[in-house]
């Protein structure tokens, strides 16, 4: 155990709050996950204070405050220049009334002592505070629990996650990030427990999933989240592939395979877009799976697939539009073909097209966690210097409509058309066109091309586009037969 008499040393800013308070003739600490994160010997996020004073109280004592929320929580501004200090949360003491939708309290009552507010925190590791000595008040042993790195209720743990069953996700979400490991009763109810997630709002769960995902340890946290039985409600779909095996490819089961290619994406410390789309790349395999022999397995279109269930997952969690469809378009076009023998240039410019440009990289990303995930990687950088080649030598090729000679102001004043959609489709029909040969970008020429292309039906010029996700789909369906993918 920490030694009882070891004090802390609290930021100028923070102490100041806090011999106002006393001043004033209220008790005053520092309270919650900074507490834990300074003894941790970490730099705290942000800074909290509890007290007895009620927020109007607080508020007269610090005149500089913003106070908008319905937990009596004043900011307070501490004009600091350090980001982190520059607004101080100061809550009055509270404790929670009664629960009966698992969710929310009844009510939020205020509370005298400091120890009420304690025991309503969720983990012993959370429920400590210091006062402005630098002396630690844990009434729950949370010293001892951060020291044995144990995540532990305050509390009967069956309670406390009854009462909020959004503590369910933030015991994996602690034990994830800090590495700790979930103390023994406190999992055996949370596994008991992990039903009531169902009631608790998509987008607390996405926060969390998401905090999980960022950590340096999002693969020990994605294992954790399906032993205790929460994955169920954040992405079922992902324990479809457990214990689906693959062909002779591979050595691990899908399941297996996907959580690997995320422990790569964390240990590079990709973005959250590259790791969820290598966590969901091959998502679509075990409902795409044909052959049942272990070498002849086959997931002829599990890309596919695979987007239209991760998009399902992403709009189920409420993730924001622009965030799901870069998300998507990576798992969509994972499989794109690279062999130098084989790739052309067109094929490239068609992937540009779909993916865009600016999510090259990231596709690249992923196609590395794929490969590193898979257990064998194949000596295969050379062909990605190719490719890369080749991306750089198209990069300057037409590849979307933003780049062709012409815009829609030149389409509306040679056809001596209005703004509307058909202009639109007669853009995306000379790039379609332009992809495939990029010599035909050339001014006089489309305007020419585009009275003819006027004639054409709405149908008809739809259809251009799809032609390059047509050629797309040829040559993937080709590589498949290839190479049983
Ligand atoms: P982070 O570093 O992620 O902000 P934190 O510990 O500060 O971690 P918060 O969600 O900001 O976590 O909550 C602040 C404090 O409020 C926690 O440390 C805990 O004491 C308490 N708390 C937050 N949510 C709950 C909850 N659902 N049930 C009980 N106590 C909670
Ligand atoms: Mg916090």
């Known amino acids: 155990m920490v030694g009882a008499q070891q004090t802390m040393e609290l930021p100028n800013e923070v102490k100041n709050i806090i011999e106002k308070l006393e ?98 925190r969720d983990f012993t590791i959370n429920a400590m505070a210091i006062d402005k000595d630098g002396k630690i008040v844990d009434l729950f042993e949370g010293q001892k629990d951060l020291k044995n790195k144990l995540v532990r209720t305050v509390g009967n743990p069956a309670d406390r996650f009854g009462e909020d069953a959004l503590r369910l996700l933030r015991t994996v979400r602690f034990a994830t990030i800090l590495g700790f490991q979930i103390e023994e009763s406190t999992l055996k109810a949370l596994k008991a427990a992990s039903e009531w997630l169902a009631a608790i709002s998509k987008e607390r769960i996405r926060d969390e999933f998401i905090k999980i995902i960022e950590s340096e340890n999002a693969y020990e946290g994605i294992l954790l989240l399906e032993e205790t039985g929460i994955l169920k409600f954040i992405a079922p779909e992902l324990r479809e592939g457990i214990g689906v095996d693959q062909n002779l490819h591979h050595i691990y089961s899908v399941w297996e395979h996907c959580t690997r290619a995320l422990k790569y994406s964390t240990e590079k410390k990709y973005s959250l877009e590259v790791r969820l789309a290598s966590l969901f790349h091959d998502i679509g395999k075990p409902r795409t799976k044909r052959g049942e022999t272990h070498n002849e397995a086959t997931f002829y279109g599990h890309e596919v697939v695979g987007a239209r269930m991760a998009a399902e997952i992403m709009d189920r969690l409420k ?81 979307s409509a933003k780049m062709l000679k012409i815009d829609g102001k030149d389409v509306m004043k040679e056809l001596g058309v209005e703004p509307g959609p058909k202009v639109g489709l007669i853009l995306n029909s000379l790039l379609a066109e332009v992809v495939e040969n990029p010599s035909k970008n050339v001014r006089e020429d489309l305007m020419q091309r585009i009275h003819d292309l006027d004639k054409k039906s709405p149908e008809e010029l739809r259809g251009s586009l799809k032609k390059i996700d047509d050629a797309i789909e040829r040559e993937e369906e080709e590589r498949r037969k290839k190479y049983y993918v």
């Open 319 to 399: 993730f924001p539009r622009d965030f799901s469809e870069k998300v998507i378009k990576l798992v969509r076009y994972h499989m794109f073909y690279y062999n130098p023998e084989e790739v052309t240039e067109s094929s490239v410019r068609r992937l540009l097209v779909r993916i865009g440009k600016e999510n090259v990289e990231d596709l690249l990303k992923v196609r590395e966690a794929d490969r590193i995930g898979s257990g064998r990687p194949k000596a295969v950088p050379y062909k990605l210097r190719h490719l890369k080649y080749i991306i750089d030598k198209v990069s300057d090729d037409p590849i």
């Open 23 to 120: 001043k004033a003739g209220y008790q005053g600490y520092v309270v919650g996950g900074c507490v834990r994160d300074l003894l941790l010997g970490k730099e705290p996020k942000d800074w909290d204070v509890t007290t007895n004073a009620k927020p109007r109280e607080i508020q007269n004592i610090f005149p500089e405050n913003i106070y908008e929320n319905v937990f009596g929580t004043v900011a307070v501004k501490t004009g600091s220049e350090d980001e982190t200090l520059a607004l101080v949360e100061v809550t009055p003491y509270r404790i929670e009334g009664k629960y009966t939708d698992k969710r929310h309290p009844d009510e939020i009552k205020f509370a005298n002592k400091l120890e009420d507010d304690l025991s309503r």
